[in-house]
């Protein structure tokens, strides 16, 4: 646990990412139903107020965790399009062996991220999601869609 006091100090990107990290380990340990807010600011090390001036709540802070493995996603996704838009392809087959290395790729470098995504996609479904941050990730998982249906018609 965290100091109070030397915790006050820290900027908003800081403070943030803390709650992140301790979201993570809460959600992986009690599981997201089981985890609450006063969970990750015990964790934290810091008030259940501070977690609230952050995010609008637990299902905020949840997508929050998405937003950058589907932005590295992405990537990864643009890489394989433009691959086959040049031509860099011989068969499907190798098209599906690259889609399937980067999530390999997305999974080696951050396992619980990929969890997380997975866990929204298979069905836990979120109330009370910031509008902002709800729309980042709705544009995030369009751009990812639209690549990946281009890719599969173009192959």
């Not at 009690?30 to 709540?57: H, R």
């Not at 950058?68 to 838009?85: Q, V, W």
């Not at 470098?109 to 069905?123: N, Q, T």
């Not at 910031?130 to 995030?140: C, P, W």
């Amino acid at each position: 646990m965290r100091n109070y006091a030397n915790s006050r100090v820290k900027s908003k990107d800081v403070r943030v990412k803390d709650i992140q990290a301790a979201a993570r380990k809460i959600f992986f340990k009690k599981g997201y139903q089981n985890a609450s807010v006063g969970d990750i600011a015990k964790e934290s090390g810091i008030s259940k107020g501070t977690v609230y001036l952050y995010f609008k709540g637990k299902d905020d802070l949840y997508v929050s965790l998405m937003i950058p493995i589907t932005k590295l996603l992405g990537g990864e996704l643009r890489k394989i399009r433009d691959n086959l838009e040049a031509n860099g392809f011989k068969s499907g087959k190798q098209v599906i062996s690259k889609i399937c290395e980067a999530y390999s790729y997305i999974y080696e470098l951050d396992p619980e991220a990929l969890r997380i995504v997975f866990g929204f996609v298979s069905g836990i479904h979120f109330t009370s999601v910031s509008k902002e941050t709800f729309e980042k990730l709705n544009d995030l998982a369009r751009d990812n869609f639209q690549i990946s249906r281009n890719i599969i018609a173009t192959a």
